[in-house]
Antibody, heavy 120, light 107 residues
Framework: EVQLVESGGGLVQPGGSLRLSCAASGFNFNNYAMDWVRQAPGKAPEWVSYISSSGDTISYVDSVKGRFTISRDNAKNSVSLQMNSLRAEDTAVYYC?????????????WGQGTLVTVSS | DIQMTQSPSSLSASVGDRVTITCRASQTISRHLNWYQQKPGKAPQLLIFAASGLQGGVPSRFSGIGFGTEFTLTINSLQPDDFATYYCQQTYSTPSTFGQGTKVESK
């Protein structure tokens, strides 16, 4: 069974930093690209960042470029999101999602999410 | 960025009803359209990929159709477990973008 478990969320002040982690199990992690998708309260999901299976291709939504960094450790079956210079508008539930093999932006498995609240 | 617009934003239906949700893209996206179901407090779950492909484990009462800019998700014979919010997502260009959602409520 595919499992994705996020951790690292919490309350942070504007301008602060957080590091989210996602532990994967139940599938061959090395073969799959991974994404982070966030969802602000009462809003639609928003794609945030992508990392290829090898880690050599990375992309971000414009609103987080220069502030967020995605990385992965295939030896530990994990993907991370380092978030710096956080803003109130970054407040959301952050989901780790597995990208389908046939289409990189099709999210066929999701974690339970971790809440990030940016507030003073 | 490609804008995705769903209609209606919400609807009321009864068990056994046929429900149709529409998603329109601001430019052509071929068949690069997915549908997700989300229940309160849970992550979205993939229902339909590439406009009409049924994800494994999803009941056959769910179906999708469309090409270009207009797409439809149909739920035949709505079941109690289907009351949820549904989102479309385009994967034609980066950034991938979602519609605003359609909430299916019990009449």
């Amino acid at each position: 069974e595919v499992q994705l478990v996020e951790s690292g969320g919490g309350l942070v002040q504007p301008g602060g930093s957080l590091r989210l982690s996602c532990a994967a199990s139940g599938f061959n992690f090395n073969n799959y690209a991974m994404d982070w998708v966030r969802q602000a309260p009462g809003k639609a999901p928003e794609w945030v960042s992508y990392i290829s299976s090898s880690g050599d291709t990375i992309s971000y939504v414009d609103s987080v470029k220069g502030r967020f960094t995605i990385s992965r450790d295939n030896a530990k079956n994990s993907v991370s999101l380092q978030m710096n210079s956080l803003r109130a508008e970054d407040t959301a539930v952050y989901y780790c999602a597995r990208a389908g093999l046939a289409a990189a932006d099709t999210f066929d498995s999701w974690g339970q999410g971790t809440l990030v609240t940016v507030s003073s | 960025d490609i804008q995705m617009t769903q209609s209606p934003s919400s609807l009321s239906a009864s068990v056994g009803d046929r429900v149709t949700i529409t998603c329109r893209a601001s430019q052509t996206i071929s068949r690069h359209l997915n549908w997700y179901q989300q229940k309160p407090g849970k992550a979205p779950q993939l229902l339909i990929f590439a406009a009409s492909g049924l994800q494994g484990g999803v009941p056959s009462r769910f179906s999708g159709i469309g090409f270009g800019t207009e797409f439809t998700l149909t739920i035949n014979s709505l079941q109690p477990d289907d009351f949820a919010t549904y989102y479309c997502q385009q994967t034609y260009s980066t950034p991938s973008t979602f519609g605003q959602g359609t909430k299916v409520e019990s009449k």
